[in-house]
């Protein structure tokens, strides 16, 4: 008969043990201490409880949502309006050349 792993034990029993977390840490490759193995057995099984939960009240008389609310777009048409020309928006810039405004270089001169 094969050999169950912590994990497989989990998912069929859906309780989370010490070593079903250090089986995980062991796939993540994180190293725990015995108090972090102890909490994250607490949380885990606690997720794993409001989970079933959840599947107790899940029907499939209700389709699944990614939303609670529909999600639309709103969106109005364009509107064509009066617009500055070139030298109203230059008018009040503190230097412009050629036509454009004319700022502080940012970068160095390996650019």
Same mark, same amino acid.
């Given at each position: 008969?094969? +050999?169950?792993?912590?994990? =497989?034990?989990? /998912? *069929? $029993?859906?309780? #989370?043990?010490?070593?079903? @977390?250090?089986?995980?840490?062991?796939?993540?490759?994180?190293?725990?201490?015995?108090?972090?193995?102890?909490?994250?057995?607490?949380?885990?099984?606690?997720?794993?409880?409001?989970?079933?939960?959840?599947? +107790?009240?899940?029907?499939? =008389?209700?389709? /699944? *949502? $990614?939303?609670? #609310?529909?999600?639309?777009? @709103?969106?109005?048409?364009?509107?064509?309006?009066?617009?500055?020309?070139?030298?109203?928006?230059?008018?009040?810039?503190?230097?412009?050349?050629?036509?454009?405004?004319?700022?502080?270089?940012?970068?160095? +001169?390996?650019?």
């Amino acid at each position: 008969m094969p +050999e169950t792993s912590a994990a =497989d034990s989990a /998912a *069929t $029993s859906g309780e #989370i043990t010490a070593e079903t @977390v250090q089986h995980l840490a062991g796939l993540a490759r994180i190293a725990l201490t015995d108090p972090e193995i102890d909490s994250l057995t607490t949380e885990l099984g606690s997720i794993l409880t409001n989970i079933a939960k959840v599947s +107790e009240v899940a029907s499939t =008389d209700v389709p /699944a *949502t $990614s939303h609670p #609310i529909p999600l639309n777009n @709103v969106t109005r048409r364009d509107e064509i309006t009066d617009v500055l020309t070139r030298e109203e928006a230059l008018a009040n810039a503190p230097e412009t050349t050629d036509g454009m405004f004319r700022v502080s270089s940012i970068l160095g +001169e390996e650019q």
